[in-house]
């Protein structure tokens, strides 16, 4: 059934606002995917804070037109399901990534960062970038190591001459 124009305007404007606010986007092919694993992707897309849509190509390249995704544009043929990262910037890309490797059907073909277009064969890359969690503790991991190598460094002096002074009664005992 065919979209009237109020219709079309009212998904590209959603499609568009998500657009605004997100952080990536992936586009892959679903051509041959049931109804149930769609909605096992649906389902999985909204615990993991990513907008999934199927958009016609003409109206999401209407939605994403003046966006940093705008450069996915003419990429975007065939039937598409696109995706959108709201909480950092691998999660659509790790989405589609883990889902295709149960589901063949399923076919990364394009994906967007920061105005970039990515081809389909390095969105393993960013499905690999760290969960905004992830970079915290990495960065918590980083700043304190100088700070705990100096609080082994200086606690070894002592211990040293602990082991020290322990050896020489060992050694007069004997």
Not at 26 to 40: D, N
Not at 146 to 159: C, F, I, M, Q
Request: glycine share 6%.
């Amino acid at each position: 059934m065919a979209l009237s124009y109020t219709e079309k305007q009212a998904v590209v404007a959603e499609v568009a606002e998500v657009a605004n606010s997100a952080m990536s986007a992936v586009a892959a092919e679903y051509r041959g995917l049931t109804v149930s694993q769609l909605t096992a992707l649906r389902a999985k897309a909204r615990e993991t804070g990513v907008y999934v849509r199927v958009v016609k190509n003409s109206l999401a390249k209407l939605a994403v037109k003046g966006t940093e995704f705008e450069c996915m544009n003419d990429r975007l043929s065939g039937p598409l399901m696109l995706a959108f990262s709201q909480e950092d910037p691998g999660s659509a890309a790790r989405l589609f990534r883990d889902f295709a490797k149960d589901n063949d059907k399923l076919v990364i073909t394009v994906g967007a960062v920061g105005g970039e277009t990515i081809d389909a064969s390095d969105i393993g890359k960013l499905a690999n970038l760290p969960t905004r969690d992830e970079a915290i503790s990495l960065l918590m991991a980083v700043m304190q190591a100088p700070v705990t190598k100096l609080a082994r460094t200086l606690n070894e002096v002592p211990g040293k001459l602990v082991r020290t002074v322990e050896a020489v009664r060992l050694s007069k005992e004997a």
